[in-house]
């Protein structure tokens, strides 16, 4: 039931005095001093973090808030939700300009388009008039306000449409709705014959103009329309529109929509000092790439617009939204267990750990009684039998294990050993389930037992177990046996230590494949490997499961162009058999699958792969809608498919894990107090900060600078006694680290050093006044990340680094592949101690690699050694 949004009897008596005020001035014979249902204009300035541009109608634009979406275009039109409700489809505006008869589609004068996390605006052009459409959302109530700005030089008429609806989300469903206009509201009520759902649209400046029979919905579009006789009566004024829903009485949602026109400057205040609260109560990051840092801010937005209250089902995570059109779901806008679980990695590292733990409470509630976790309850169960006439809520596998993860990871977030006790028998309900998934007792779960894994249909659905689904199943093992002994239960900790021990031993010996050299995406009933190249062993090498030196070859593999494009990683290699490039599971490039990749690049130290799987995803960014991740790709071209959701969860998780997780190495211990830093910042970058980084109840800074031959990275602490700091900064292969020294004394440390990395790890506590440690190295040749230059529409292009390595010659090896006859360049530090390179040329401190000739879309293999002076 809607809940009361401060319907006092001032207000009531305002909003009766505006409605009056709009019937007298209904016949619009002479301008008035004021257009009659206008509102004083205010001013609307929030541009921190603003995206501007000269869109396609077809742009998707979002705005969300607890218990209302609208999802709509560039244009202007839209879908209304208030949860779990649509409201309208199809809501349009045109224009009738002067004595014109043909109204103008608002599409046809699209000019501009601003996103602001608490609005978006979008102007319309005419030679005649300018309008500016201000969209915004209410935080909390079910309803959202569309403010026009309007200057024309003839008189003007805007006409509003839509197509009512008033239906639950599918598989719900209503009948007997109908809509009429009110002259009381100035608004078309939308209503069904019990009396339980409304819905209301419309403007104290409107009048209603179409027919609605009494006992239906209208095939054609309710319409109203604005007469402006004058410019003169909107000086200084703006023309609001409201649109409001839910279940209740039809009385409590006309007291949304009068509370909405009542304080619109109200809820355009709330809505930026919301979203400023969240930007400053949440790590930030300034880097030299900009984008990089305004893709975290936005990551934060979309993402939190996918919290959800439903006034049936509570408050919890949907997975995603994007318009449903004729259809009857806003893209993947229920709550999916899994996508909530693996979207808390990201809210927990962000500092968002309530967020957290709301979702987790509330998918803890659809637990099965044999402890298998929902994978997806629909909005509207309050409607249908969803648990018993419908097949998909616990039809994926690697949802339970995927719970174990999510728990654990908020624990060590928020050190929340209380809401870890809370959880413990469920916890233990979906271990024991997990375990009864394993058929052959080969310690790992079997797909045919647990449900789907990695994909969801096709040739290679027919498995054993699948890679994905089983490195959840080893990291939550691990992560049950630490909970456990966390909360002390000793003798179920020493035993879940047992099983987690076996299952990543049987992990590496079973998904390994020697030929390939690479771990298998199955393996199937008689033990055969299922040899197709695929990146869904990202996760379980994130968790370190693999052997190292397999884990790498794996990555690197990974890295090769068949797989890696320049907006992300595809699904399956391209020379597969089953390559089809728009295929979901067989070929499409899914950002959420490269910010797995691109973490676990980082966590095994391979730099520029990592840092390119992360810039592919942070340029998604701004490619369809501005501020929001599409769902998926195409695995041949830079573009969406059609039914793609415009704002998915996991795509936004894709900047946010991998760049918090990953390019700046956070790892958070509440429990045990410890606060890891490995930063794998380009040799180039000169300066970075990280702002508010959370560990509980503790806040701390850091900040990076590289001078010549020097890193010195400086952390301060608040509240933070007793933490104690494992700081790892990442180098190029074979740099010398000469010194490190803390607070302007020699300390000791330890070089972690590889084949494809240098890296040197000091330990200690952080004094009360904070740290400043000093690196001090020798120079040294250090190759920097390629660049991309990418558009709406392109084909894969750019070098693909796939290996970089230091010979035990001390020369550095590099790999890469490009397209046939190409030229690249690639950014060096101190070029100057080249003495040599085969097969490259160094131009003016450049290294310039030219791929052999051959068929122009043809990626091939180049071979780099880059000898350095003594």
Not at 503 to 525: D, K
């Amino acid at each position: 039931m809607p809940r009361q949004t401060g319907d006092t009897p001032s207000r009531r008596r305002r909003f009766v005095l505006l409605v009056l005020l709009a019937v007298l001035g209904s016949g619009f014979g002479a301008a008035a001093d004021v257009l009659p249902g206008s509102i004083p204009a205010f001013v609307i300035d929030d541009r921190e973090l603003i995206l501007e541009t000269t869109p396609l109608a077809r742009t998707p634009v979002h705005q969300t808030g607890r218990r209302f979406a609208w999802l709509g275009q560039a244009d202007g039109s839209g879908e209304a939700w208030a949860y779990p409700l649509k409201i309208l489809r199809n809501f349009s505006f045109s224009f009738l300009a002067g004595e014109a008869t043909h109204p103008i589609a608002a599409a046809e004068l699209l000019q501009r388009l601003e996103v602001t996390p608490a609005r978006f605006t979008i102007t319309w052009v005419h030679q005649s008039f300018t309008v500016k459409a201000h969209y915004l959302a209410a935080r909390q109530a079910p309803g959202a306000l569309i403010l026009l700005e309007v200057h024309t030089t003839a008189p003007l008429t805007i006409i509003g449409g839509f197509i009512p609806l008033l239906q639950p989300m599918w598989p719900g469903g209503l009948g007997g709705q109908y809509a009429f206009w009110s002259d009381e509201e100035r608004a078309y009520i939308i209503s069904e014959s019990s009396r339980r759902h409304h819905a209301m649209v419309g403007s104290p400046a409107a009048r209603g103009v179409s027919y609605t029979p009494a006992h239906m919905l209208s095939d054609q579009p309710n319409e109203f329309r604005i007469d402006i006789p004058d410019h003169s009566v909107l000086a200084g004024r703006l023309i609001p529109v409201a649109l409001a829903g839910g279940r209740g009485k039809r009385e409590e949602i006309i007291a949304v929509y009068r509370d909405l026109l009542a304080r619109p400057e109200d809820l355009y205040r709330q809505n930026v000092g919301y979203f400023q609260d969240l930007r400053r109560r949440t790590v930030a990051v300034s880097t030299p790439v900009p984008q990089l840092n305004e893709a975290l801010e936005w990551a934060k937005v979309a993402l939190d617009g996918l919290r959800v209250d439903n006034p049936d089902l509570g408050t919890g995570l949907v997975a995603g939204l994007g318009a449903s059109g004729g259809s009857g779901r806003p893209g993947f806008g229920w709550f999916f267990g899994g996508d909530a679980f693996i979207n808390s990695l990201s809210f927990n590292r962000l500092g968002l750990t309530d967020v957290s733990r709301e979702a987790l409470e509330f998918m803890r509630r659809w637990q099965r009684e044999d402890g298998k976790m929902a994978h997806e309850l629909t909005q509207a169960a309050q409607y249908v039998d969803w648990f018993t006439d419908y097949p998909y809520a616990y039809i994926h596998g690697d949802t339970t294990p995927l719970y174990i993860v999510a728990v654990a990871d908020y624990c060590r977030h928020s050190g929340d050993r209380t809401f870890a006790a809370e959880c413990r028998p469920s916890l233990e309900k979906a271990y024991q389930w997990c375990l009864t998934t394993d058929a052959d007792g080969d310690g790992l779960m079997d797909n045919a037992r647990a449900g789907l894994g990695a994909l969801e249909y096709g040739a290679l659905t027919g498995i054993r177990s699948d890679i994905y689904l089983n490195g959840v199943w080893v990291q939550a093992a691990r992560e049950y046996a630490w909970l456990t002994e966390w909360l002390a239960h000793s003798a179920a900790a020493a035993e879940a230590e047992t099983v987690a021990r076996a299952a990543l031993m049987a992990f590496r010996a079973q998904f390994w494949n020697n030929e390939t050299q690479f771990y298998a995406y199955a393996f199937t009933a008689d033990g055969r490997h299922v040899t197709e190249f695929s990146p869904w062993s990202a996760p379980a090498l994130w968790w370190e499961l693999g052997e190292p030196e397999c884990s790498v070859l794996t990555l690197q593999r990974l890295a090769r162009a068949d797989l890696s494009t320049d907006w992300g990683v595809r699904s399956i290699s391209r020379n597969s058999a089953y390559y089809q490039p728009l295929n979901y599971n067989y070929g499409a490039v899914w950002p959420f699958l490269t910010g797995w990749t691109a973490a676990a690049h980082y966590r095994h130290n391979l730099v520029l792969p990592g840092t390119a799987a992360l810039l592919a995803n942070v340029r998604h960014t701004v490619d369809r809608g501005p501020g929001m991740i599409t769902e998926v790709f195409s695995g041949d071209t830079n573009i969406w498919p059609g039914e793609a959701v415009a704002q998915q969860g996991f795509s936004s998780s894709g900047v946010v894990l991998p760049l918090l997780g990953g390019l700046l190495g956070l790892d958070v211990d509440v429990p045990g107090r410890r606060l890891g830093i490995a930063p794998r910042f380009p040799a180039d970058w000169e300066m970075a900060t990280v702002e508010n980084i959370h560990a509980g109840d503790s806040r701390f800074r850091l900040t990076w600078r590289r001078e010549a031959e020097q890193i010195t990275i400086s952390v301060i602490g608040e509240n933070a006694a007793g933490y104690s700091l494992g700081i790892a900064p990442v180098l190029g292969p074979g740099v010398p680290v000469r010194e490190v020294r803390v607070n302007g004394q020699a300390a000791t440390f330890t070089p972690v050093n590889t084949r494809w990395a240098t890296q040197p790890r000091w330990q200690g506590s952080l004094p009360v006044d904070g740290l400043r440690l000093e690196f001090r190295l020798a120079p040294a040749v250090e190759i920097l990340p390629p660049r991309v230059g990418l558009s709406t529409g392109d084909t894969d292009r750019g070098l693909k680094i796939s290996v970089l390595r230091q010979e035990t010659d001390g020369t550095l090896f590099l790999a890469a592949e490009g397209r046939s006859g190409v030229t690249y360049q690639l950014g060096v530090v101190h070029p100057e101690l080249i003495a040599e390179v085969h097969g490259a040329r160094l131009r003016d401190g450049i290294l310039e690699l030219t791929v052999p000739p051959g068929p122009p879309d043809i990626f091939q293999r180049v071979e780099v050694r880059i000898a350095h002076r003594p």
